[in-house]
């Protein structure tokens, strides 16, 4: 059973790590769910084994996340934020301030997959009307999300999956990484100046109107309300013994229930697809776990409370989520973490995971949407060229993540 584990799970993470190459008619989901058929096929799980390997906790919190942010994508709410927030700048420098800072803080309350893909189309428009060139600020956008969703355990996937597991509550995982992530978007700024600086020597911006964007404010007046409350629960979650994910199928129950966007079209914007993705993994790494091949991963990784594992932590996560993305990666690590189940290395791995995600082009989904949209503008931003700014900030940032781990360590706030 051990070889046979061993080759599906082999197969499984190299078909997750070719999907990067051109050509390649395979995707990430597609590998995941072919590994997981194989596990109960070749016999090293039983139906029944595969299915309690599915961590429904952590698909409850992304199905009701996607729910509301589906919602209030429908809604115009996020067009709505960035035009509302963007225009009040009148130099190129403060319109970089305010994009980095205001995509920042919405993805870690909003999925940043989603900020990205409302939030470019208007960059875009901003930046043409001003005449100025867009590709400086969707790159500090792109790295402002990653950075941002670093903060809070619905700031991205990954994130979910750790908060889940981790038992962290909400508002201490928001308070020990906030630093890293305020620090980080300033960092962005510096850089993209410095690398960019003609661009910021332009005249002032010219006048933006926002009329091409319709808002559902009829709407808006039911689901950004619940969107709120949903966040201030998730703040006091602890208190309130409420779980993190029934707060986000309440949520989104309430707002299916009482916004003015028929059910059925919000229902078909939901990613099914990341849902079956995640669900494929668990019993891939349930398989390998009960097969044994994790057992030599814990026994030379021997990760504890000390300086030494939070850089590990951050040195592997630069590497994997360059060659197999960092959800792929967190969930092969979270029987690893289980086992010392330290606030530390869960919050390392939290923000190490999500920080690497900016040093290349394929580090993250956020890059590709808003590469994807920017290319469909008719504005093309390099490998190289973002690789430039990105490896820069990732370097940096992963090195101050760890700098600050390890004095709240030092502390004892860990």
């Known amino acids: 059973m051990y070889t046979i584990a061993l080759i599906i799970f082999i197969i499984t993470y190299l078909g997750i790590m070719l999907t990067s190459l051109p050509g390649v008619n395979i995707d990430r989901p597609s590998a995941a769910y072919f590994g997981a058929i194989a596990m109960i096929a070749a016999g090293v799980l039983s139906f029944e084994e595969a299915i309690a390997a599915i961590d429904f906790n952590t698909i409850a919190l992304l199905l009701g996340m996607m729910i509301v942010i589906a919602t209030l994508e429908l809604d115009g709410f996020f067009a709505f934020v ?44 901003i930046c043409r009307q001003a005449q100025l060139d867009s590709k400086p600020y969707l790159i500090a956008e792109i790295l402002a999300s990653n950075i941002g969703s670093s903060m809070t355990i619905t700031g991205n996937p990954q994130n979910m999956l750790i908060g889940i597991y981790s038992k962290i509550p ?6 020990h990484l906030f630093p890293i992530a305020i620090l980080g ?7 993209i100046k410095r690398i960019y600086s003609q661009t910021f020597d332009a005249p002032l911006l010219l006048h933006y109107n926002g009329n091409e964007y319709d808002y559902n404010l009829s709407s808006m007046i039911f689901s950004v309300p619940i969107f709120f409350i949903m966040t201030i629960l998730f703040l006091f979650h602890h208190m309130l013994h409420l779980s993190i994910p029934l707060i986000a199928l309440i949520g989104s129950s309430f707002i299916l229930l009482l916004g003015k966007i028929k059910p059925s079209k919000i229902i078909k914007e939901i990613d099914w697809v990341l849902l079956l993705f995640f669900a494929s993994l668990f019993i891939v790494v349930k398989g390998a776990e009960k097969a044994g091949i994790l057992n030599i991963l814990m026994h030379y990784s021997q990760l504890n409370n000390t300086f030494y594992s939070i850089i590990v932590l951050h040195g592997i996560s630069l590497i994997s989520s360059q060659i197999i993305s960092n959800v792929p990666f967190v969930i092969l690590l979270v029987p690893i973490l289980k086992q010392n189940n330290s606030k530390l290395l869960w919050l390392a791995l939290a923000s ?62 860990l």
């Open 82 to 125: 960035a035009h509302k927030t963007i225009t009040f700048s009148k130099t190129p420098s403060q319109l970089l301030w305010i994009i980095t800072f205001t995509t920042g803080i919405a993805s870690a309350f909003l999925v940043n997959d989603a900020v990205v893909l409302m939030f470019t189309p208007v960059i875009i428009s």
């Open 170 to 175: 909400y508002i201490y995982f928001l308070l």
């Open 185 to 191: 978007m300033v960092i962005i700024i510096i850089v």
């Open 352 to 413: 190490s995971s999500t920080l690497a995600g900016n040093a290349t082009i394929i580090g993250a989904m956020a890059n590709l949407i808003v590469l994807e949209l920017a290319a469909r503008s008719g504005i093309k931003i390099s490998f190289i060229e973002f690789l430039k700014p990105g490896l820069i900030v990732t370097i940096i940032t992963l090195l101050m993540s760890i700098a600050l781990l390890y004095l709240q360590l030092n502390f004892q706030l």
